[in-house]
């Protein structure tokens, strides 16, 4: 696979923007994910980190298919204060939990990308989010059970 | 006979000269902000109810990149061209991911989160929601702008009320801040920009802001738009704090058990570094 990191590079330059990789955060485009297609992980929470602006799973991977290798992977969502109005909690998904989740992957193939939709095996419950689905006024919002 | 006239009249103004040097200047009284008397909190609530949490129309800001895109000079035309390019491409070029404020007219016209409005006599003051400083006062005492403000991301704001809409005028924004079209596309105003906004009530739950941006280092002529937000009553929909920093780290123990934050890679676009 080809390297992006020198277009990106070169691309930060033109911006008149400090090129170094580390440490940039995180409130960002999301276009780095492919919005085209999405991958299906099945493994185990390790961690959710929960902060602004881009709350983030930690899932270790167990089912390892071609182009989608195993081990730990992180998945990026929205901020907290748009999961919560998209009826979202801290606590909606935990570490531990058996879970497969529907990925839109970096285009560069590592492993990482956005998320599309969480399922819990232990109850079969699924969970995503739509910002743009928040476009009238006085919604009531209903929390996730 | 004008020579002796003279001569007293120099000694006149010697003598008081000698007059204002005993006795010091006056010092001039500071401008207070005056406290403020019962009539002027019941003035507020003669203003238009603007309570409640404002969410954006984020698809009108994606809509307004093809039907309504500033009126750029070249250079700032090649370099939005460039960065949508890199957007579609993939590798969105990272404006915000310093998670320095998003500042104006930026968080007006691309935020992806919530803000409210609160009145206090003589100001309306905007919050925000993500940056961590996401603010701006607007003064409506009737100050006018300070002869040589410092710049600053959300500049100085003096603000006026006709009947109800809040007519805002906006100057000494730091050059820096973006003119921004998306996330990941976004001209720096380069300076002597002035933004003009009337914020009103379209209709009883939908805000218009509407902004008219000179900023003639980037801009041809006066760009105008209006931006579309919603209002929401729900405590579900209360604003929550949000610190863009935050996403630098991870919670994390010390060696003493104490909780921690831990600096986390992250990638160019900002996303966090995928595991290797």
């Known amino acids: 696979m080809k390297s992006s990191s020198k277009t990106i590079a070169a691309g930060a330059a033109m911006l008149g923007l400090v090129a170094a990789a580390w440490p940039v955060a995180a409130h960002h485009s999301t276009t780095m994910f492919d919005r085209e297609k999405f991958i299906v992980l099945e493994g185990t929470v390790k961690e959710l980190h929960w902060t602004n602006p881009h709350v983030a799973i930690f899932v270790e991977n167990a089912a390892a298919k071609p182009g989608i290798p195993d081990g730990m992977w992180v998945v990026e969502l929205t901020s907290p204060g748009n999961l919560v109005r998209s009826g979202w909690t801290r606590t909606l998904i935990k570490p531990g939990e058996k879970v497969t989740v529907e990925v839109h992957q970096l285009r560069d193939g590592s492993k990482g990308g956005g998320l599309r939709k969480i399922t819990l095996a232990s109850t079969g419950q699924s969970f995503n989010y739509n910002i743009r689905d928040q476009e009238r006024p006085n919604l009531e919002g209903t929390e996730y059970k | ?276």
């Not at chain 2, 039907?67 to 250079?75: K, V």
């Not at chain 2, 070029?93 to 009145?119: G, I």
């Open chain 2, 1 to 276: 006979m004008n020579k002796l006239l003279s001569t007293v009249l120099v000694g006149c103004l010697a003598l008081t000269g000698i007059e204002a040097l005993a006795q010091p200047a006056a010092k001039p009284k500071p401008v207070i902000n005056p406290p403020p008397v019962a009539k002027d909190w019941a003035d507020l609530a003669k203003l238009p109810d603007w309570s409640g949490v404002w969410n954006p129309k984020i698809t009108d800001q994606d809509a307004q990149i093809k039907t309504n895109m500033p009126p750029w000079t070249l250079p700032a035309a090649e370099y939005i061209k460039f960065q949508l390019a890199e957007e579609r491409a993939g590798r969105p070029p990272p404006l915000f991911t310093n998670c320095l404020p998003e500042a104006m007219p930026a968080w007006m016209l691309v935020t992806h989160n919530s803000m409210e409005l609160l009145f206090t006599p003589g100001r309306v003051t905007m919050l925000g929601e993500s940056d961590g400083a996401r603010l701006r006062r607007i003064y409506t005492d009737g100050r006018p702008h300070p002869e040589d403000p410092d710049p600053t991301f959300h500049g100085h704001s003096i603000g006026h009320w006709e009947g109800e809409t809040l007519v805002i005028d906006t100057v000494a924004i730091l050059p820096q801040t973006l003119i921004a079209i998306s996330e990941a596309a976004g001209q720096p105003n380069n300076g002597d920009m002035q933004i003009k906004e009337r914020i009103y009530l379209k209709e009883k739950d939908i805000m218009h802001v509407e902004l008219e941006i000179t900023a003639p280092k980037v801009l041809t002529k006066t760009w105008k738009t209006t931006r579309i937000f919603f209002r929401q009553r729900a405590r579900l929909y209360d604003i929550v704090e949000g610190v863009c920093q935050e996403g630098y780290f991870r919670p994390d123990k010390d060696k003493h058990g104490n909780d921690i934050f831990v600096a986390i890679p992250h990638a160019v676009g900002g996303n966090r570094e995928p595991p290797k």
